[in-house]
């Protein structure tokens, strides 16, 4: 018999593994990407990178629950996005059944939210090393209200224009991966490059960590991918298994290239092709059969470094904005990679399971096969479409909301905080390394009621004497 907190309309079992698959997409942000770029940084830039995404965390959480979640899956306001409201707040609606699944809306606001926090700690990785911390607080919040709302709703949300031409996303190449990449290739642009001294060596400051990060980021995905199709079911299972299929093939291929040409294996060039394996098989997670996932996992292997380690290189426009973690090209090109190749490689069968009795959805190579050569152009089509929309979004909403922060903070931090990093932004430093390891003299957290020095980069400079 039902009850009030169990209604008939409630899977328990899909319940419990979407709030499952949210919890681990939420650990790859918080500790997984803190921990990440915590370390892959430069030693004085530890603390400032992982804040950076622990505040994004929070700000977008909250920014979600008052308006984003219903702007960017509720009532259409325009072909593009929805009427944002505060039915968030309000226990009538969290508690009655979402627009998906079987389970409440209040699960749905839980899971989507934490692809709308990856996104924005991605974007933060191509910033890292320089950005004014105050003007990372005002970026947040608008990126996330004019950009990210409007891709998740045109691409996901039943209503969105993209969603009803066809364009399969199965759980956010375009949403988050392309938009992250461009949006932070983009920001990286207005903000400025770091310091000439830290373009030139930029070394992690602990490899194990970095390596600890990428771990929670891998398993994470698999709430990420698997959580997509809105239910405990076979094709969560599908989504699942090729995620990791795509994600080792494109380790070892990157793998593979750096030995080939570099001579050497590459702990951080592993955890790139981890990554762009990640990213590439998103959009077709389950989707595509075995064979296919592996494919992919060669591409992302290949491609992406091909971008980053030859075509970088010799483009100026490339070379002239300082990315600082490559998310241009683990995050976009990647997730556009992934997105055309779904349109190829896309099964018939696993495109019902996803999308339901809908002949449009098929890919290229399929189609041939069977006689339908136009369709799985068209497919290809909206694919690339897609791809288009999403990185003139980006690069025009978020060069707009640079232009408008700078209006009201720096975007870049000042030379003097520059060259000395998180003591000089944030008082605090990662590591005891001076003296007895009093090193936590600036911090408003750790003076222990002791006066702090007027200036802290002169008080780290006399220090390190």
Same mark, same amino acid.
Request: glycine letters at 12%; aromatic letters at 12%; hydrophobic letters at 50%.
């Given at each position: 018999m039902a009850t009030e907190a169990a209604p008939e309309w409630l899977d328990k079992g899909d319940n419990a593994w979407q709030l499952a698959a949210a919890t681990l997409v939420g650990l790859q942000s918080v500790p997984g990407l803190v921990i990440l770029y915590g370390s892959i940084v430069k030693k004085k830039w530890a603390v400032n990178s992982a804040f950076m995404a622990l505040y994004a965390f929070a700000a977008t959480f909250v920014c979600w629950c008052l308006w984003a979640f219903r702007m960017s899956f509720g009532d259409r306001l325009l072909p593009f996005v929805g009427r944002p409201d505060l039915a968030a707040l309000d226990q009538a609606f969290l508690t009655q059944q979402g627009f998906a699944g079987a389970y409440p809306a209040a699960t749905l606001l839980f899971f989507q939210f934490v692809f709308a926090a990856i996104t924005l700690?991605?974007?933060?990785?191509?910033?890292?090393? #320089?950005?004014?911390?105050?003007?990372?607080?005002?970026?947040?919040?608008?990126?996330? +209200?004019?950009?990210?709302? =409007?891709?998740?709703?045109?691409?996901?949300?039943?209503?969105?224009?993209?969603?009803?031409?066809?364009?399969?996303?199965?759980?956010?190449?375009?949403?988050?991966?392309?938009?992250?990449? =461009?949006?932070?290739? +983009?920001?990286?642009?207005?903000?400025?490059? #770091? +310091?000439?001294k830290d373009r030139e060596a930029f070394p992690p400051n602990n490899i194990l960590l970095t390596l600890a990060g990428a771990g929670l980021l891998w398993m994470g995905w698999t709430g990420f991918n698997g959580g997509a199709p809105y239910a405990a079911n076979i094709d969560a299972s599908v989504a699942v298994v090729n995620t990791h299929f795509c994600t080792a093939t494109s380790l070892l291929v990157w793998l593979c290239l750096d030995c080939l040409v570099f001579g050497r294996p590459s702990v951080i060039g592993a955890v790139q092709g981890m990554i762009t394996g990640l990213v590439c098989i998103t959009p077709a997670a389950g989707l595509v059969q075995g064979w296919a996932a592996m494919l992919m996992g060669v591409a992302s292997g290949s491609v992406p470094w091909c971008t980053m380690m030859v075509l970088h290189r010799r483009s100026r426009l490339l070379k002239r904005v300082d990315d600082t973690l490559a998310v241009l090209h683990t995050h976009g090109v990647a997730g556009s990679l992934g997105g055309v190749l779904t349109g190829v490689l896309a099964?018939?069968?696993?495109?019902?399971?996803?999308?339901?009795?809908?002949?449009?959805?098929?890919?290229?190579?399929?189609? !041939?096969?069977?006689? #339908?050569?136009?369709?799985?152009? #068209?497919?290809?089509? !909206?694919?690339?479409?897609?791809?288009?929309?999403?990185?003139?979004?980006?690069?025009?909403?978020?060069?707009?909301?640079?232009?408008?922060?700078?209006?009201?903070?720096?975007?870049?931090?000042?030379?003097?905080?520059?060259?000395?990093?998180?003591?000089?932004?944030?008082?605090?430093?990662?590591?005891?390394?001076?003296?007895?390891?009093?090193?936590?003299?600036?911090?408003?957290?750790?003076?222990?009621?002791?006066?702090?020095?007027?200036?802290?980069?002169?008080?780290?400079?006399?220090?390190? =004497?």
């Open positions: 700690i991605l974007v933060a990785g191509s910033l890292l090393g #320089r950005m004014n911390f105050r003007a990372w607080m005002l970026f947040v919040p608008l990126w996330l +209200t004019f950009s990210y709302t =409007i891709g998740a709703f045109s691409l996901w949300s039943p209503n969105g224009f993209l969603f009803k031409a066809g364009v399969m996303d199965f759980a956010g190449g375009y949403v988050i991966h392309l938009s992250s990449g =461009i949006a932070g290739f +983009t920001a990286a642009y207005w903000v400025g490059p #770091r +310091t000439a099964e018939p069968r696993l495109c019902r399971l996803f999308f339901g009795d809908d002949p449009r959805y098929v890919g290229l190579a399929y189609a !041939v096969k069977d006689g #339908r050569a136009a369709a799985g152009l #068209r497919q290809v089509g !909206v694919q690339v479409a897609g791809i288009a929309f999403v990185a003139a979004l980006n690069v025009g909403v978020t060069s707009a909301v640079c232009l408008v922060v700078r209006l009201l903070v720096p975007l870049r931090l000042g030379e003097e905080q520059l060259a000395a990093g998180d003591d000089a932004i944030h008082g605090e430093d990662a590591y005891a390394v001076w003296g007895d390891g009093e090193t936590y003299e600036q911090s408003v957290h750790g003076n222990q009621g002791y006066p702090m020095t007027a200036n802290p980069v002169a008080s780290k400079a006399d220090e390190m =004497i």
